[in-house]
């Protein structure tokens, strides 16, 4: 590069003159412009980077499509009337569209079931630290792993594995969605039981926030393709005449449906309690202002 004749060297995007001052490549082009192509050694160099001469790099506008005719490529963006705003994005003019030309790959299978996988070493691992406390008088549900942290979300249920079943000695009553033959053997072997029970959206919903209904619903019965799995006595199905004999000698019941929609009509119940007991309240303090403002005019002001 020519533009000095007392350029000593360049480094980077940086040109040193006499070893002392330093002009950055950028302002290349302020330097020829302003003319001091053939300049003596002595260079006024604040002129030189001053930030008035600096220029950005060209580079190329890119264009803006679709906005508004006056631009001249809005409307339909220079694809013609065939590409308008109701045409499919994926619309070739008419001709088969590649999506339709390549063949069909995969599978997907609409009846898969979308459980939570739970370790029978998870829970022994809860008992321990003691974020599970255990009721041996009662059916435990899916809600109690939900409130001591082991699980986080329940869309289609939970299915239990067996992972660590020669370390699990907790004998223990779950009601689960299903369960693997290990993790059957491992619970029993300790003295518990598993009933698989069947749960669809709204039971599921129902059991993890029974908050959100004035009164709960029953539980359905399971599908046509399920229903081998829940009378299945080997795989602990609620079912099986075996396993609701075992849960009716047991809990009283076969599943904890009935448990549950006693405890949600009790805390209804008392929820109904505190509502009038709050409205009575402010009944009475509202009377008492009237009172109030009757015996001393306008002015008079009782605050409870």
């Given at each position: ?145 939900m409130e001591c942290g082991m699980i ?110 006693q405890e949600h009509v009790d805390y ?37």
């Amino acid at each position: 590069m020519k533009l000095f004749s007392s350029v000593s060297n360049v480094v980077g995007r940086s040109i040193i003159l006499n070893g002392s001052t330093t002009i950055p490549m950028t302002a290349r082009a302020a330097i020829t412009r302003t003319g001091m192509r053939c300049m003596s050694t002595t260079v006024n160099t604040h002129r030189l980077i001053n930030t008035d001469d600096l220029q950005p790099l060209p580079y190329k506008k890119r264009r803006r499509w679709g906005r508004g005719i006056g631009s001249g490529r809005g409307k339909n963006s220079g694809r013609g009337h065939q590409f308008s705003s109701s045409t499919p994005r994926a619309f070739e003019g008419g001709q088969t569209p590649i999506y339709k030309r390549l063949p069909k790959i995969g599978f997907h299978n609409v009846g898969e079931l979308d459980f939570e996988t739970i370790n029978v070493s998870k829970i022994q691992e809860f008992v321990d630290m003691g974020r599970l406390q255990v009721d041996r008088t009662r059916l435990m549900t899916l809600r109690d792993l939900m409130e001591c942290g082991m699980i986080s979300r329940v869309k289609g249920g939970v299915k239990l594995l067996a992972q660590g079943s020669e370390k699990f000695t907790t004998p223990i009553h779950l009601e689960v969605s299903n369960a693997s033959k290990g993790a059957i053997n491992a619970i029993e072997a300790a003295g518990g039981t598993v009933p698989c029970t069947h749960f669809n959206r709204l039971a599921m919903r129902a059991l993890i926030h029974p908050v959100k209904f004035q009164v709960l619903p029953r539980r359905a019965r399971p599908p046509p393709r399920l229903m081998d799995l829940y009378l299945d006595g080997e795989k602990c199905g609620y079912l099986s005449p075996e396993i609701q004999a075992r849960n009716l000698a047991m809990f009283g019941a076969v599943t904890s449906e009935k448990r549950l929609q006693q405890e949600h009509v009790d805390y209804m119940n008392l929820r109904r309690k505190i509502f009038a007991m709050r409205a009575s309240e402010q009944g009475f303090h509202q009377a008492i202002k009237v009172e109030v403002a009757r015996d001393h005019g306008a002015g008079g002001a009782y605050e409870p």
